[in-house]
């Protein structure tokens, strides 16, 4: 059964910090890797990343992919209040788009 | 754009009634997807359509839950009888296969069974 675990739960910090969150997978045949930021409505996407080693970055938000060791980080610089949010990551495996979830980070920034 | 559509986006019911949720994906994608969210469990797959045909319906969690797709524009989400425990927030997503993997989401139905 594939399988995608984040850490933390969850994390507190202050404005300005730099926070790095943590995605660790088992699955079958991995297609990508996908990172979704959800705040009180629906999941919106952020990265899809298929090859391992190179950064994607939009603004104060990056992510990384490492097949070796099955795990992507997500980091954000320079936090800020409107980052506060539940960060999912999720991963694709064999064929047909299916995602598998992980259980999310709750992130709170506080000013 | 329109993103995708959910309809209702809150439904309150009586435990053994019958819950119908609704979705229009996002024109000329062709994947559908519904998911269901709770605090316990986080964000389960439930079903997968790909060209209006059922692929993956592994995460239904029982006879109870039931869904449809007629055309490429309409899905249909039904629970019958409804249960307290099948309330959560249900959301639709749907993706264009030949882009990858990025499925975009719907704003969710979130039911509360009492």
């Known amino acids: 059964e594939d399988k995608v675990v984040q850490s933390p739960l969850s994390l507190v910090v202050h404005e300005g910090d730099t926070v790095t969150l943590n995605c660790s997978y088992e699955v079958t045949n991995f297609r990508s890797l996908l990172w979704y930021k959800q705040e009180k409505k629906a999941p919106t996407f952020l990265f899809m990343l298929t090859s391992s080693g190179i950064e994607k970055k939009s603004g104060r938000l990056s992510s990384i992919l490492d097949k070796k060791e099955l795990s992507s980080i997500l980091n954000i610089t320079a936090t800020q209040t409107g980052d506060s949010a539940i960060y999912l990551c999720a991963v694709e495996a064999d064929a047909g788009n299916m995602l598998t979830f992980g259980g999310g980070t709750r992130l709170m920034v506080k000013p | 754009d329109a993103g995708v559509i959910q309809s209702p986006r809150h439904e309150v019911t009586e435990m053994g009634q019958e819950v119908t949720l609704r979705c229009k994906p996002i024109s000329g994608h062709n994947s559908l997807f519904w998911y269901r969210q709770t605090m316990m469990r986080g964000l389960e797959l439930l079903i997968y359509f790909n060209n209006n045909v059922p692929i993956d319906d592994s995460g239904m969690p029982e006879d109870r839950f039931s869904a449809k797709m007629p055309n490429a524009s309409f899905s249909t989400l039904k629970i019958q009888p409804s249960e307290p425990r099948d309330s959560a927030v249900y959301f639709c997503?749907?993706?264009?296969?030949?882009?990858?993997?990025?499925?975009?989401f719907g704003p969710g139905t979130r039911l509360t069974v009492t």
């Open positions: 997503a749907s993706s264009f296969g030949g882009r990858g993997a990025e499925q975009y």
